[in-house]
């Protein structure tokens, strides 16, 4: 017996929760109800699957899966100027069905165009072509926004919803692994502002910067 089962009278009603993971086609999404949105997604990228690419369809849509209050709604962002930022990318996608799930709001963070069309994409692309050359096995990816404490946080509003929170930044963090069986990890900060930059990161220093322990499989200088 595990200990929360064990909690039957403490549980009788339910337990309080503010995260939801998600298993979606081809990623995984930890969903934050706080900021309405990922937390972080995590997808996987191979040289064999990525030979195959469905057409792209944007079916923007909120997921059904979250309680109501706690979703993203297109609502959000009309107006705003903001872009609906796929963290796990429709490009990386193998099938039409993963192509489809991506483009759940769950996957999405606002992003100012200047961010999702170029360093963020840029760094998309450079880890679906990493994947594609020799020696490398797979590559995988960690992803999500960055809030900075000392910083102001504005939001998105849209009438009778909660406010949906503007990143300060987003991280994103990529294991390749060769055929060897030999593993480096590489990871980045891009700003979302309209003059972004992006900025190479330490792992432990992005751990400290995210609150995340993301590749907690493995410990040493490999990271």
Not at 1 to 25: C, D, H, Q, V, Y
Not at 165 to 188: N, Q, T
């Amino acid at each position: 017996m595990n200990f929360i089962s064990s909690l039957t009278r403490e549980t009788k009603w339910g337990l309080p929760a503010n995260f939801k993971l998600l298993g979606n086609p081809g990623f995984i999404t930890m969903y934050d109800y706080g900021i309405m949105q990922p937390r972080y997604v995590l997808y996987e990228v191979s040289k064999e699957e990525m030979a195959v690419q469905p057409e792209r369809n944007d079916c923007f849509r909120p997921d059904v899966r979250l309680p109501l209050e706690f979703r993203q709604d297109l609502s959000h962002y009309a107006g705003t100027g903001y872009d609906r930022g796929h963290m796990a990318p429709s490009a990386a996608c193998r099938t039409q069905r993963e192509n489809m799930s991506s483009f759940l709001m769950s996957n999405m963070c606002p992003q100012t165009p200047e961010c999702n069309r170029g360093p963020w994409k840029d760094l998309e692309d450079e880890v679906r072509e990493l994947a594609k050359r020799d020696g490398v096995l797979s590559v995988h990816c960690c992803c999500g926004p960055v809030f900075r404490d000392e910083v102001p946080i504005e939001c998105l509003r849209s009438t009778g919803k909660r406010p949906l929170a503007i990143p300060h930044s987003f991280f994103m963090s990529w294991l390749v692994e060769s055929v060897r069986g030999a593993i480096k990890v590489h990871s980045r900060l891009v700003n979302n502002d309209q003059g972004p930059e992006v900025e190479r990161i330490d792992y432990d220093d992005l751990t400290l910067c995210t609150g995340l322990q993301i590749w907690n499989n493995i410990e040493g200088s490999s990271i």
